[in-house]
């Protein structure tokens, strides 16, 4: 079975230009998370998904940043316009359901690089 | 508000020997999970064990096994007999009712070298 997949892996980009972040979780995991790290800090949850329903939005920084999660299957994070302090680690997250222990499995990353 | 601490940035531990890697949290509610998760240098967080608030026995996963003591607040990760491979960036994460059980917290993590 196919884990958790995002893409790019790396990106660089310039202050006041535009990226997006895309996650395909694992096939029939209804939850998808957003977290970042950014440079010497803990890993922040950015953002949860109930299959296309924003189900918490609490940790998203600011309005230049857009989740969605068309039809309930993959999504994308959008920053527009990108700035210095959005440089970071993104990982995205899904989990099946709420039966047993229910751990979230996480994908690999993208690296953001804002010039 | 909760929070878990990660006291140690770095651990050096000698081939085949244990390891105890420490978490403490902080939360008030009485519902909760704890985790930890492996991050290698290939970047992806790998799930290692979990233990519920509720749960009266310490969990174990292998050579992993986790030391709960839901008094002092702490969840330390042990790892037994280190390998090479066990190198890697170590975060402690929980999840409370509060929270809905969903978003995750996390440590700041500790790296832990393992040296043959």
């Known amino acids: 079975e196919a884990g958790v997949t995002q893409f790019p892996s790396h990106s660089v980009i310039e202050k006041g230009q535009t990226v997006t972040l895309r996650c395909d979780p694992i096939s029939g995991h209804d939850n998808l998370y957003w977290y970042r790290r950014v440079m010497g800090k803990e890993i922040k949850f950015l953002l949860h998904f109930v299959k296309e329903s924003k189900q918490d939005e609490s940790g998203m920084p600011n309005n230049r940043f857009l989740a969605e999660r068309t039809g309930g299957t993959y999504s994308t994070l959008k920053v527009q316009p990108a700035e210095l302090e959005d440089s970071g680690v993104y990982f995205c997250?899904?989990?099946?359901?709420?039966?047993?222990?229910?751990?979230?499995?996480f994908g690999p990353g993208t690296r953001l690089t804002v010039l | 508000a909760q929070k878990i601490t990660q006291t140690q940035p770095g651990m050096f531990v000698q081939e085949k020997e244990a390891v105890t890697l420490d978490c403490t949290y902080d939360?008030?509610?009485?519902?909760?999970?704890l985790f930890w998760y492996k991050q290698p240098s290939s970047g992806e967080m790998i799930f290692l064990i979990y233990q519920g608030s509720y749960d009266e026995q310490n969990a174990t996963e292998g050579r992993y096994s986790l030391n709960f003591q839901k008094a002092r607040k702490s969840a330390n990760l042990v790892i037994s007999a280190s390998q090479l491979g066990d190198s890697a960036m170590y975060f402690c994460a929980m999840r409370f009712l509060s929270g809905g059980y969903n978003k995750l917290i996390f440590g700041a993590g500790t790296r832990l070298a393992v040296h043959p």
């Open positions: 997250a899904s989990r099946e359901g709420t039966r047993g222990i229910n751990e979230q499995f």
């Open positions: 939360t008030s509610d009485q519902s909760y999970g």
